[in-house]
């Protein structure tokens, strides 16, 4: 609110329920921004920021207690509940917001709210808007400009406070213990989707209910496709297993992957190439540090991959010539991390004023190169063929560099060789 101004008015609603299917919904889950700001957890809820509004500047429209509905459907908050449990200075009821939010708009300058994104709700604001306009004869003044609230909501959520932080390492601890779960169990003749059950199984035991997003559990040739989802084919003797996957806590994501062998012990082939990829994160990990650039951690392991792909042959040339081209691309086409947060893909700018971002202590990104060798690869034998990796950490920026928050989770060979045979 010091960052509107006291001319100003603030409107969020949450996310919208989704229909699965004939009387099934998805399971809920808040807008990022929404619940950012208020912690409210329920759907059918608009945040209203107010500032210098003597009768309170923080409003939450939201449902009534309905003894009915609740028996039906669950309990709900309640308007006296919103102000005792969430911290709203006046809560009104979502029937009411046509009624009351024209008037809690008179005599503001600007409307902070993200066009575009519900367009049922930004018809309502514009009704809203034309109701005060239309009482411009009797002296009420009318929000001229319209400001996108999303951008100073994502500056504040890219620097995480100790209570967000502490909130990941749980949304992180989970999903460490599920990814050694999952090398534990796994073995040759398994489903992709049983390992996913043991990922899902560690995740709610520690609380966590959701998945921060859509498991990837991608055998042999599975893992050379990004954003594997389907995860039902067979695990193969000789084929590696690539797992991304995070555990949601509260909201905030975990985001890690590990790639190991189905059978437990990596061939000659295997191993070089996962050497690559693990040094080429070490050396993205230890650009990670606050004034380094955000895209420093990317060269660096695009220099170390690309040097191992020269010398295992997987390329030719020069290494300046294949770094100033790209050659790399073939093998390595996506960016070495992004931020991390409510969001497994987090808000925030990584260019600033046409410049790449420095890196602050509180922001959180991942690190996570790889390499995808898919069959009929041209040019490249076939002991390369159906190889996927990707090794991806958590990392907190420290005021002195940072810290790898799922380093739990083994990522040298020789780590998970001892997990799986142990």
């Not at 921004?33 to 329920?42: A, K, R, V």
């Not at 599975?222 to 690539?242: F, M, P, Q, V, W």
């Not at 063929?385 to 990392?395: L, S, T």
């Amino acid at each position: 609110m010091r960052m509107m101004g006291g001319d100003s008015i603030a409107i969020l609603p949450t996310a919208v329920s989704c229909q699965r299917n004939r009387d099934v919904e998805y399971p809920f889950r808040p807008d990022s921004n929404f619940y950012y700001l208020s912690g409210f957890p329920e759907q059918d809820a608009v945040l209203v920021l107010v500032p210098e509004r003597k009768h309170g500047e923080y409003i939450l429209f939201c449902r009534e207690n309905d003894a009915t509905a609740e028996m039906w459907n669950g309990r709900r908050t309640g308007l006296k509940g919103a102000c005792d449990l969430y911290g709203a200075d006046d809560a009104f009821p979502l029937d009411d917001i046509d009624d009351i939010l024209p008037g809690l708009m008179e005599n503001r300058e600007r409307v902070f709210y993200t066009m575009g994104l519900d367009k049922a709700f930004d018809q309502r604001l514009m009704d809203w808007l034309n109701s005060v306009r239309d009482k411009s004869r009797m002296g009420v003044h009318a929000p001229a400009e319209f400001v996108a609230l999303e951008h100073p909501i994502h500056e504040m959520r890219l620097i995480k406070s100790r209570t967000e932080i502490k909130t990941m390492r749980h949304a992180i601890k989970a999903a460490t213990a599920a990814h050694k779960r999952a090398m534990r169990t796994c073995q040759p003749g398994m489903m992709e989707y049983q390992v996913e059950a043991e990922l899902l199984h560690e995740f709610m035991q520690a609380g966590c209910r959701d998945a921060a997003y859509a498991s990837i559990v991608g055998g042999g040739e599975n893992a050379c496709i990004l954003h594997y989802t389907e995860n039902r084919s067979i695990l193969k003797e000789g084929d590696l297993l690539l797992i991304d996957a995070g555990a949601e806590h509260l909201c905030y994501a975990s985001d890690i992957t590990r790639t190991f062998p189905v059978n437990g012990r990596f061939s000659n082939a295997q191993k070089q190439l996962y050497d690559v990829v693990l040094q080429a994160q070490l050396a993205a990990i230890d650009k990670v540090t606050p004034g380094a650039a955000w895209n420093e951690p990317h060269e660096a392991a695009v220099r170390v991959l690309t040097k191992g792909l020269l010398k295992l042959g997987l390329l030719k040339g020069t290494l300046a010539k294949a770094i100033k081209e790209e050659h790399y691309k073939k093998f390595y086409p996506h960016k070495t991390g992004h931020w991390l947060g409510m969001d497994v893909h987090d808000v925030g700018d990584y260019k600033v004023d046409g410049l790449w971002r420095c890196f602050e202590p509180g922001m959180v990104l991942t690190v996570e190169p790889g390499l995808y060798i898919p069959a009929g690869s041209p040019r490249v034998a076939k002991k390369w063929w159906d190889i996927g990796i990707r090794i991806e950490d958590d990392v907190l920026v420290t005021r002195d560099g940072c810290e790898v928050l799922s380093r739990g989770v083994p990522k040298t060979t020789e780590e998970i060789e001892a997990l799986m045979n142990g």
